[in-house]
C-alpha cells in the first residue's frame, strides 16, 4: 500500500487554512473583489435618461450660423448631446459643429422645413458654441438641447423621418425602439400664423417660434420600458401648414 502523501512543510499549509478560514470570518472580507472580476460601475446597472434641457433661436439670415454658450445642463456622468435643429427655407442642413468638433447626424430631412437631430458626446461642458452650416442661407435657426445619460451604445437604436408637405394632418414618425432605452422625436413647420402641437407616443418637451409668423418647431422625448417596432410617434399640428417635417431616434 502507497504511504498517503504528506506536504513537504505542514507548517504552510496549515497557516493557508487558517488565512483562509480568517477570511471567511471577516465581515470586511466578504466584501473583497478580487482583482480583475471587479463589480462594474454603478451606472451601468442604471437604465439611461434623457433630460431636456432648453432651446435657442437665431432669426438673422447668415450661413453659417453660430450659437455661442449654449446650455448643456450639469455634465452628470457619461453623456450623449442631442441637438434637435429646425432651418426654414434652407433646404438641408449640411452640418454642426460643437466647440468645433463636427456632431454625428443621427437623421435629418431637407426641404423648406429642414429638419434634424445630431449628437456628440461630451462629458464635462457645461456649455458649448454651436454653428449650424446649411444648404441654402435659412431665414431663421432654432436649436434645442437633450442630454441622454447612462448609455451602452451612443450610436442610435432606430431612426425615422417624414415629410408631409403642406396641409394639415399628422407627422408620423414611427421609430423602432429598444427596452430600457430613450426616444427622441422633433417636427418643424412653415406657417403663416401661430399654432400648436400635439404629440402622440411621446412627452412634449417645448413648443416654440423660430421666426414669428414664419418658421415653429417642437419636440417630445420618452423613456421605453418594452421594445416596440416601431413605436407610434407623431406631431399633429393645429392648422394647415405650408411645409411640416419630423424627425425621430431611439437609443440605449
Avoid at 13 to 42: K, N, Q, T
Avoid at 64 to 92: D, I, K
Avoid at 167 to 174: F, K, L, Q, S, T
Amino acid at each position: 500500500m502507497s504511504a498517503l502523501w504528506k506536504p513537504a512543510n505542514p507548517a504552510i499549509v496549515r497557516s493557508d487554512i487558517e488565512a483562509l478560514a480568517h477570511i471567511r470570518r471577516s465581515s470586511s472580507a466578504r466584501r473583497l473583489i478580487l482583482p480583475g472580476i471587479g463589480a462594474p460601475p454603478a451606472a451601468l446597472n442604471e437604465p439611461p435618461s434623457v433630460q431636456y434641457i432648453g432651446n435657442v433661436v437665431n432669426a438673422a439670415p447668415a450661413n453659417p450660423q453660430s450659437f455661442n454658450a449654449v446650455a448643456l445642463g450639469t455634465p452628470t456622468g457619461p453623456r450623449l448631446v442631442v441637438l434637435h435643429v429646425s432651418a426654414s427655407l434652407a433646404t438641408s442642413i449640411t452640418g454642426v459643429t460643437f466647440n468645433s468638433v463636427a456632431m454625428q447626424n443621427v437623421v435629418s430631412i431637407s426641404g423648406q422645413a429642414a429638419n434634424g437631430l445630431f449628437s456628440i458626446v461630451d462629458n464635462s461642458s457645461t456649455s458649448a458654441n454651436i454653428v449650424v452650416s446649411t444648404g441654402a442661407t435659412a431665414e431663421s435657426i432654432g436649436i434645442a438641447v437633450w442630454a441622454i445619460f447612462n448609455l451602452t451604445n451612443n450610436a442610435s437604436f432606430g431612426t425615422a423621418s417624414v415629410d408631409i408637405g403642406g396641409g394639415g394632418g399628422a407627422a408620423a414618425v414611427n421609430v423602432n425602439t429598444p427596452d430600457n432605452g430613450v426616444m427622441i422625436a422633433g417636427a418643424s413647420c412653415r406657417v403663416a400664423s401661430a399654432r400648436t402641437f400635439t404629440w402622440t407616443g411621446g412627452t412634449e418637451r417645448y413648443d416654440f417660434t423660430v421666426r414669428t409668423n414664419n418658421s415653429y418647431m417642437t419636440g417630445a422625448d420618452q423613456f421605453l420600458t418594452a421594445a416596440q417596432s416601431p413605436r407610434a410617434v407623431s406631431a399633429q399640428i393645429s392648422l394647415a401648414a405650408l411645409y411640416t417635417t419630423a424627425v425621430s431616434a431611439s437609443w440605449r
